[in-house]
């Protein structure tokens, strides 16, 4: 007997450790779902207390704090601060010393990078109105961004490439990078990656350390106008702290995917995409969501068997079993709305028409068109930014593009009568008697 659409119990426990399953159809699923989706956006006050004290030392103490918190976060064995800014030499050394598949791998990503970004609008305009006045709006790069390349848990050379070139389209006239060097080794990629890129300053400190001393600046690291790029925990927590003075992108979460699936996308393909965010971290989300519960077996199935393969497998079973999910759905569209719910950071339309069910996804990060279009293809090589909206954010925000390093600033120029006259009035009505004598002087 062929269980009904959306129903949990056609889903076979013990395949894989993706312990949670839901269904439309069941009377709980709101309540499961409210609980998949609950997911503290803020660190833990431990967390918190740690970035503080990281943060007021760095202000206090500026490069004698980061040595210090360098040696005990990083194991950075600096004995001066020069020794934390990298030359330029050893981005060459590092890029004339790659393999030259990775190194051809790593170019053509920064074309395809860079020729999406130049595509993007830059905003500006200009023209006059009715009365003479002229009206516009200048678009003016940042002057110096900071960028943060996460490296405890790996090494990120796309990274590098994702949050430098959109910076560099957008003209910004100074790029520094801030990234950790674990026990003092540099990976030559994230090297290479940056002298592909057009790094002008990097320096070997991470954590809150690095995100103090961009936004506040110390004798050898200077200060930023922005914060971009992802990290952990402490970055997190230490970004959100220092916004104001500086400004960030926006508190990077754990790596999310959505996948809605008609049954019509090769299972092992699904299994692979899934598996690939759970390995980013222990507290990655991968849910796939579909009206085929035959085809959600198949796909937990794949799931098992490739598991045991893979060099990050515990991180990938504390993932799956923490906050992944399988969830059977009615129909197609349901499973848009619970997409929704989610506003991932990837969304996945694994399905035969994938055109046609856009219109229906309101909030995600990135929307991937059709099996084909992995997700890993937007990680490293289709062109946009991998700096996404997590937490459900892409309910309001946007991904990390040329916009987010510019300014833009109105501009007003000439004086006409009829618009001083409403300004006046509308002024004087709010009994600001300054501001329409101002304006009646115009007149």
Same mark, same amino acid.
């Given at each position: 007997?062929?269980?009904?659409?959306?129903?949990?119990?056609?889903?076979?426990? %013990?395949?894989?450790?993706?312990?949670?399953?839901?269904? @439309?159809?069941?009377?709980?699923?709101?309540?499961?779902?409210?609980?998949?989706?609950?997911?503290?956006?803020?660190?833990?006050?431990?967390?918190?207390?740690?970035?503080?004290?990281?943060?007021?030392?760095?202000?206090?103490?500026?490069?004698?704090?980061?040595?210090?918190?360098?040696?005990?976060?990083?194991?950075?064995?600096?004995?001066?601060?020069?020794?934390?800014?990298?030359?330029?030499?050893?981005?060459?050394?590092?890029?004339?010393?790659?393999?030259?598949?990775?190194?051809?791998?790593?170019?053509?990503?920064?074309?395809?990078?860079?020729?999406?970004?130049?595509?993007?609008?830059?905003?500006?305009?200009?023209?006059?109105?009715?009365?003479?006045?002229?009206?516009?709006?200048?678009?003016?790069?940042?002057?110096?961004?900071?960028?943060?390349?996460?490296?405890?848990?790996?090494?990120?050379?796309?990274?590098?490439?994702?949050?430098?070139?959109?910076?560099?389209?957008?003209?910004?006239?100074?790029?520094?990078?801030?990234?950790?060097?674990?026990?003092?080794?540099?990976?030559?990629?994230?090297?290479?990656?940056?002298?592909?890129?057009?790094?002008?300053?990097?320096?070997?400190?991470?954590?809150?350390?690095?995100?103090?001393?961009?936004?506040?600046?110390?004798?050898?690291?200077?200060?930023?106008?922005?914060?971009?790029?992802?990290? %952990?925990?402490?970055?997190?927590?230490?970004?959100?702290?220092?916004?104001?003075?500086?400004?960030?992108?926006?508190?990077?979460?754990?790596?999310?995917?959505?996948?809605?699936?008609?049954?019509?996308?090769?299972?092992?393909?699904?299994?692979?995409?899934?598996?690939?965010?759970?390995?980013?971290?222990?507290?990655?989300?991968?849910?796939?969501?579909?009206?085929?519960?035959?085809?959600?077996?198949?796909?937990?199935?794949?799931?098992?068997?490739?598991?045991?393969?893979?060099?990050?497998?515990?991180?990938?079973?504390? @993932?799956?079993?923490?906050?992944?999910?399988?969830?059977?759905?009615?129909?197609?569209?349901?499973?848009?709305?619970?997409?929704?719910?989610?506003?991932?950071?990837?969304?996945?339309?694994?399905?035969?028409?994938?055109?046609?069910?856009?219109?229906?996804?309101?909030?995600?990060?990135?929307?991937?068109?059709?099996? %084909?279009?992995?997700?890993?293809?937007?990680?490293?090589?289709? %062109?946009? @930014?991998?700096?996404?909206?997590?937490?459900?954010?892409?309910?309001?925000?946007?991904?990390?593009?040329?916009?987010?390093?510019?300014?833009?600033?109105?501009?007003?120029?000439?004086?006409?009568?009829?618009?001083?006259?409403?300004?006046?009035?509308?002024?004087?009505?709010?009994?600001?008697?300054?501001?329409?004598?101002?304006?009646?002087?115009?007149?």
């Amino acid at each position: 007997m062929t269980p009904a659409p959306g129903k949990s119990a056609a889903l076979k426990p %013990g395949l894989a450790p993706v312990t949670r399953r839901l269904a @439309s159809a069941d009377a709980d699923f709101e309540a499961k779902l409210e609980a998949l989706l609950d997911w503290q956006a803020r660190e833990p006050p431990e967390v918190v207390d740690v970035a503080t004290e990281v943060i007021a030392d760095v202000r206090a103490n500026g490069d004698a704090a980061l040595l210090r918190l360098s040696r005990r976060y990083d194991d950075l064995p600096a004995k001066t601060a020069a020794e934390l800014e990298l030359p330029v030499a050893a981005l060459d050394a590092a890029f004339h010393g790659l393999p030259a598949a990775d190194r051809q791998a790593l170019e053509t990503a920064a074309t395809r990078i860079r020729r999406y970004h130049e595509r993007q609008p830059t905003g500006a305009f200009e023209y006059t109105d009715e009365f003479g006045m002229r009206l516009g709006q200048r678009v003016t790069p940042l002057r110096r961004v900071g960028v943060y390349v996460p490296g405890g848990q790996a090494a990120y050379p796309s990274t590098v490439l994702m949050t430098v070139i959109p910076a560099r389209v957008a003209g910004v006239e100074e790029v520094v990078v801030a990234v950790p060097t674990p026990g003092g080794k540099r990976n030559p990629h994230v090297l290479a990656a940056m002298r592909i890129a057009g790094v002008d300053r990097a320096f070997t400190v991470g954590g809150a350390q690095a995100i103090a001393a961009l936004a506040q600046g110390t004798a050898t690291v200077p200060r930023v106008d922005k914060i971009v790029g992802p990290g %952990g925990a402490l970055v997190a927590a230490a970004k959100r702290l220092v916004f104001g003075p500086v400004g960030i992108d926006f508190i990077a979460g754990p790596s999310e995917v959505v996948i809605v699936a008609d049954g019509t996308a090769p299972a092992r393909w699904l299994a692979l995409d899934l598996l690939a965010q759970a390995e980013h971290d222990a507290a990655a989300q991968a849910v796939l969501v579909s009206p085929d519960t035959s085809h959600l077996e198949a796909v937990h199935a794949e799931m098992a068997k490739a598991l045991p393969t893979l060099a990050r497998r515990r991180i990938i079973e504390r @993932s799956l079993a923490d906050r992944g999910a399988l969830i059977a759905v009615r129909h197609l569209n349901e499973a848009c709305e619970v997409a929704n719910r989610f506003a991932p950071e990837h969304l996945e339309l694994a399905v035969r028409d994938a055109d046609r069910w856009l219109p229906a996804i309101r909030h995600a990060g990135a929307v991937f068109l059709g099996a %084909g279009a992995a997700e890993v293809l937007g990680d490293y090589s289709a %062109g946009p @930014s991998h700096v996404l909206p997590t937490f459900g954010t892409a309910r309001y925000a946007s991904p990390l593009g040329v916009v987010d390093f510019q300014t833009r600033t109105s501009i007003i120029g000439g004086a006409a009568a009829p618009v001083a006259r409403v300004a006046a009035q509308i002024a004087q009505a709010e009994g600001l008697t300054a501001h329409a004598a101002a304006a009646r002087a115009r007149m």
